[in-house]
């Protein structure tokens, strides 16, 4: 059975770091896309970023462009999102994907993806 497993939220204030991790068990993502989508109190989820299998190609919202960085090491299967200079605005609850099926891929569609986490809290506030 997959398990996606987040970790490393938070609260934290305006303009500092966290780092986000995505554990996949069950399954390698090795060679899948993988995305973390986030979702604040009211408002549908949201693409953040997503990478390719081989992190040959990266894709980031427009808004975290520049400041949030998606990364994998596909030997302890498992996703980062680094996140400097956070706002409030990225206070949510952030979720972590996976894309297991063959096909053409839009990496900023919630459907797009087969297997989600539980989601960690993210939250900036002074």
């Known amino acids: 059975q997959v398990q996606l497993v987040e970790s490393g939220g938070g609260l934290v204030q305006p303009g500092a770091s966290l780092r986000l991790s995505c554990a996949a068990s069950?399954?390698?993502?090795?060679?899948?896309?993988m995305a973390w989508f986030r979702q604040a109190p009211g408002k549908e989820r949201e693409f953040v970023a997503a990478?390719?299998?081989?992190?040959?190609?990266?894709y980031y919202a427009d808004s975290v462009k520049g400041r949030f960085t998606i990364s994998r090491d596909n030997v302890k299967n498992t996703q980062y999102l680094q996140m400097n200079s956070l706002k409030v605005e990225d206070t949510a609850v952030y979720y972590c994907a996976a894309r297991y099926r063959p096909g053409i891929w839009f990496p900023d569609r919630v459907n797009e993806y087969d297997f989600w986490g539980q989601g960690t809290q993210v939250t900036v506030s002074s």
């Open positions: 990478d390719n299998w081989s992190g040959g190609s990266t």
């Open positions: 069950g399954r390698s993502f090795s060679t899948y896309p």
